[in-house]
């Protein structure tokens, strides 16, 4: 698993924009940035509907005042975290979508559900600093106590 001052794993992220289907590297979402990372298991599932996303949602314009962006990591494809960017109003985070998996993988966060849904991310987060990791919270499995948006926004 990643940990604190480790630099984030190479990697790229596709968007689905007005111009159609962008590609953007890791250097370009990260570098010489204060980011807030978080992951959550599954677009469109429950808690991160009802809880995890809408709470950063909410909390944005603060992050934002802190010099902090932010960005939301699914294991799904790039039209699945637009849908889910839309319906959730949530134009101020960016939405990284892993389609195969392969980032979370990388950074040691993985789980794997079987035929539930295959490799999904831990619901994590985590601060950056120009790509390196500063803080990592790590939930433990079925909880949602750490890597909420009130919990980063008190550790910056």
């Known amino acids: 698993m990643i940990t604190v001052g480790q630099s984030l794993p190479v990697g790229e992220f596709t968007f689905i924009t007005a111009e ?9 979402l990260f570098a010489d940035k204060r980011v807030v990372l978080f992951a959550v298991p599954g677009a469109f599932t429950p808690t991160c509907s009802n809880a995890h996303l809408p709470g950063y949602v909410v909390l944005a314009d603060q992050f934002k005042a802190k010099g902090v962006e932010l960005c939301c990591l699914s ?9 889910w960017q839309e319906a959730q109003n949530a134009s101020a985070i960016t939405m990284l ?60």
Do not use: Y
């Open 20 to 28: 159609g289907k962008q590609v953007k590297d890791t250097q370009a």
């Open 75 to 83: 294991v799904n494809d790039a039209f699945v975290m637009k849908a």
């Open 97 to 156: 979508a892993d389609g195969d998996g392969s980032w979370t993988r990388a950074l040691g966060l993985a789980k794997e559900t079987g035929a539930f849904g295959g490799v999904r991310a831990q619901r994590f987060a985590l601060i950056a600093n120009d790509g390196v990791v500063e803080r990592l919270f790590v939930e433990a499995p079925g909880k949602f106590e750490v890597s909420d948006a009130q919990s980063l926004l008190a550790a910056l």
